[in-house]
């Protein structure tokens, strides 16, 4: 058996497809065009090449961007006044600050700043603590997209054993969280796993879906999981170089021996990846309406 693959490029397109539509139509029967602020401070490359494609993907949805791009040296009082003043604006319906930011600033500080009606990365803890309620919030954008895949390929996540490996506040604790809750592609029994779990091995061979967000090249292996597994790969690790200078990708999970044993497997790249943007793009979208009254 070989299992389907989940073409994380496929169905980001079909999501973008939607959200053209509904841009289109904001703008058509409600004057409104969905506004989105990228905060890039400094000249971290992975950064710069993350808020132009966040850009770019805007641009191409309709969806009126803004970039400030401010010097490595920028004070924190200097941010903080930035995120104040796109608090205020009513063209702006969400901000985003690209992490990491210099050492010398607080990141809590500056995204606590941000007004959580413009919260569209789900960074915010008012949007953190009314998820974990299973409120109407901001779903942080990885996390987002992973239940998209699920439920758009039509995975049975209700009842199901659900391995979460990673335990971060971005990704591990939110889609761990969002998979027990009542709501379509939860529902489901979790267990977490992290560098203290004292044998992954037996978590993960009894799970119907593992989800593995570690950022450790190939950690999971084909005997590690049973047959007809369900993966979600989020991990993206640089594990060479090819000869055309282009870095050689590899997922947590070895995408080649797994898939032999999986029903569904993401492929690294082209699976969770394109659709966290995309996710950022349906927050934006969901500000927009929100802040309209529209739903
Ligand atoms: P992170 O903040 O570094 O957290 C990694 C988590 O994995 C931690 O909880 C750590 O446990 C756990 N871990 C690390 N090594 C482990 C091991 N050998 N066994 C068990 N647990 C282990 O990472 P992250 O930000 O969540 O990202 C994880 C991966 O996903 C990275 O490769 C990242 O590049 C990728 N990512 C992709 C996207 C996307 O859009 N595709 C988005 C975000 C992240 P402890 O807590 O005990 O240290």
Known sequence: MSATIISGTETAKAIREELKQEVADLLEKHQIVPGLVTFLVGENPASQSYVAAKNKTAHALGIHSEQVTLPEDTTEAAILELVAKYNQDAKIHGILVQLPLPKHINETKVLYAIDPAKDVDGFHPVNVGKMVLGEQCYLPCTPHG??????????????????????????????????????????????????????????????????????????????????????????????????????????????????????????????????????????????????????
């Open 146 to 295: 992973i239940l998209e895949l699920l439920v758009r390929s039509g995975v049975q996540t209700s009842g199901a054993e659900v391995v979460v490996l990673g335990r971060s506040n971005i990704v591990g604790k939110p889609i761990a969280n969002l998979m027990l809750q009542k709501r379509p592609g939860g529902n489901a029994t979790v267990t977490l796993c992290h560098t203290r779990t004292r044998d992954m091995a037996v978590h993960t061979r009894r799970a119907d879906i593992i989800i593995a967000a570690v950022g450790v090249p190939k950690l999971v292996t084909a005997d590690m999981v049973k047959d007809g597994v369900v993966i979600i790969d989020v991990g993206v690790n640089r594990i060479g170089m090819s000869e055309s200078g282009k870095a050689i990708l590899a997922g947590d999970v070895d995408f080649e021996s797994v898939k032999e044993k999986a029903s569904f497997i993401t492929p690294v790249p082209g699976g969770v990846g394109p659709m966290t943007i995309t996710m950022l793009m349906k927050n934006t979208v969901q500000a927009a309406k929100q802040a309209a009254g529209l739903n």
